[in-house]
Structure formats: C-alpha cells, structure tokens
C-alpha cells in the first residue's frame, strides 16, 4: 500500500510571543488540511511533534481543530520529532489502520511556554550548548579533509542567501551574505561563528498523508528511524546526538526500502544546528563523497541551481530551527519544490528529495519522497 503527502503547510519561523503553543500547532494542521481540500473530521489519526511543549498540548491541538474522537499521539524525540511524526503517520496508513493521517509538529523555543518540560543538567556536558559538540566533529573534519573554516562558511552563506528568498524564514539578509561576512561573526565555538549556527526560533508545520494520490500529491517512499548505534570512534558521554555513522545506517534503510540510490536524489532537506553538520551529513547520506564535497561546496553546487541542492529554504541556519517543528518544516520544503511551488527557490526538474534529521538522546531519521509523475 502507498502513502502521499497530500497536504502541507507551516507558519512563519521567528517570534510568535502572542500565540499559545497549541494554536501554533492547530494552525499549521488547517493549512495542511486547506492544501489537501480535506475536512478535519477525514483524518483517521493525529500524531504530534514537540521537544518543550507542555503535558497535554497535543490534545489542545486536535481538539482546537475538532472534537471527532480522532486517537492523537504525543511524540517527543528533540528535534528528530517531526520525521518520528511523518513515520508514524506514514505507517498508520501503510497498515491500512486509517485513510488518512496528519502529522503536526510546533515548538516555542524563544520563550517557553509555561509548564514546559526542560531537563535539569545532570551530567557536565549537560552544562555545554550543542554547539561545543559540533565544533569538536568540524574541527576534526577538517582536519581529515585538509581544509579550512572557509568551508562552513560558504555554506552559511549560501543558505543565508537561499532564506532572504523565503518568505518563512528567520534570518533574511537584505544584502548578499559572504564567506569573509560569515568568518568575521562572533565566535562561538572555534571553527563555528555565530553565522555557522543555527536560529533558536517559534514555529509550526504539519503534513496530510493519505493512501489515495491526488493531483500534485508526492508519494513518500520510506520513512527511516533509529537510536544510538555502537560506534567505537563516538565518544560514550558528552555529545548527546549520535555519530555521523547513524545517520549512513538510517539512510542505507530508506534508500534500500524506497528502491532508489544516493545518485537519483534531486533535492536534500537535513539537519543543520551548525554549518559543519551540512557538510558531514552529505558524505554520511551517500550523495557526496568526502574527497569531493570541498569542490561541491565552493563552487555553487549545494544551491538552488547547484548539482546537488541542499536546505535551499535556508535550514536551521536560516529559516530556522523549531526543533520538534523542524523536521516536518523541511519536509514541508521538500514537497513544495517536488510540487515546483517554491517560487524564487524552485530547483529545476526535481523529481525526488530526501530529509534527514537527528535529535538530542541519539534519534535519527532519514525520508524519502518522490514526485507523483515519475
């Protein structure tokens, strides 16, 4: 049986003070559901995405978009979430336990909302932002490649660039973002400037998936999750996501299951807290390998009008990073460019896309979508 993303929508990435969290969330439901010409009360199950949100918001949700009786699950898995979501849902239809399914994730990162679960420190890396982990495996890229900080920062400054494009994200420059501007931001983590990492922003997206296609809708392949592998070369404390080695597992998965190689993908959504996850995660995904991903980057390839065009939306960097929202805003990207809807981003005859994610506690998840008419 298939499933198919038939609609998708999400709200603005930046401040939503006024708002309660659960209204983020409901709203970003009704522009799916509006996309997919779809009544509330057709949807088989609810499944939500959030890492902060209060006991009970998911319920608040469902409820604020209709009292059907519908079963709605709570998810938390950091900001691999949202795909945790899109899987469920995908499955929920996969089984044939429901026609359709909605998949919703919200978070309230820049003030958070009262009641909010936040984990007290436990351990000394617990003290540390997440952006000392990633520095530690940037500097050691780096040093294993042969290059220098210039890397990351061509790649902050191309979704720097691709955002001020996007009329929903965060961070939209008004001028042409440059390696040498990206270098020169303060640092926060050697090699990783403040312009290498990403924007702690509010934020609401949610997908339809149904098991009938519809006009424009996009067929969702394979949805992907795993938790911490064994990997020697990993540190066992500190560093809270999992190695780059999980996501390569996670996506051999999708790949496998989806019927399709790394060479077929048109278009990447992925995980990107600092610039230097962009470039790891390409090589782990199989669509670059290392000892060309240094060309790739400084020639342009990773743009809209690149061989290889990745978080053209701008990424957490940019657009900026809902956490249990994220994952479903790329997949939200992702869709509308398979649809040939992202306007001034559009990708030229892209016909399949991949989103990729990690979460704090070690969760990753890799998804695979394809567009109706291949």
């Known amino acids: 049986m298939s499933a198919w993303v038939i609609g998708a929508g999400m709200l603005p990435c930046g401040r939503h003070s006024d708002t309660p969290l659960h209204e983020l969330g409901a709203e970003a439901a009704r522009l799916a559901l509006d996309d997919a ?10 499944f939500t995405s959030s890492m902060l949100a209060p006991p009970q918001t998911a319920l ?43 998949a919703v994730g919200y978070e309230k990162s820049t003030m958070l909302e009262p009641g909010g679960v936040v984990p007290k420190p436990r351990d000394v890396w617990d003290l540390f932002p997440p952006q000392l982990s990633y520095a530690i495996d940037a500097t050691r890229f780096l040093y294993e490649q042969g290059q220098g900080p210039e890397l990351f920062a061509a790649v902050a400054a191309k979704s720097w660039n691709c955002a001020a494009r996007n009329e929903l994200a965060a961070r939209r420059p008004d001028h042409e973002v440059t390696i040498e501007e990206v270098l020169g931001a303060r640092m926060v983590a050697t090699p990783l400037t403040r312009m290498m990492c990403h924007a702690s922003v509010d934020g609401a997206a949610a997908v339809v998936v149904s098991r009938d296609a519809v006009p424009e809708a996009v067929e969702l392949l394979a949805v992907e999750q795993t938790s911490l592998v064994e990997d020697a070369s990993w540190p066992r404390v500190g560093p809270t996501i999992g190695p780059p080695s999980q996501t390569a597992r996670t996506a051999r998965r999708a790949f496998e299951i989806a019927g399709i190689a790394p060479s077929d993908v048109g278009i990447v959504s992925l995980h990107d807290m ?95 979508l394809r567009r109706s008419d291949v």
């Open 37 to 46: 010409g779809l009544p509330y009360d057709q949807v088989g199950e609810v």
């Open 274 to 368: 600092c610039a230097s996850e962009e470039v790891v995660t390409l090589v782990e995904l199989g669509v670059c390998d290392a000892d060309e991903i240094a060309d790739l980057v400084f020639s342009g390839g990773l743009s809209v009008k690149g061989r290889l065009p990745t978080n053209v939306d701008g990424g957490c960097l940019a657009r900026g990073h809902p956490m249990g929202a994220t994952a479903l805003a790329q997949t939200v990207d992702v869709v509308r460019q398979l649809r040939g809807r992202a306007a001034a981003r559009q990708v030229a005859d892209v016909h399949t896309g991949v989103v990729q994610t990690v979460g704090g506690g070690g969760s990753a998840a890799v998804a695979v």
């Open 60 to 102: 608040r949700v469902a409820h604020s978009l209709g009292r059907t009786g519908v079963p709605v699950t709570a998810i938390e898995s950091a900001s691999a979430g949202g795909l945790v979501a899109l899987r469920h849902a995908a499955w929920a239809v996969w089984s044939g336990r429901c026609e359709t399914a909605l």
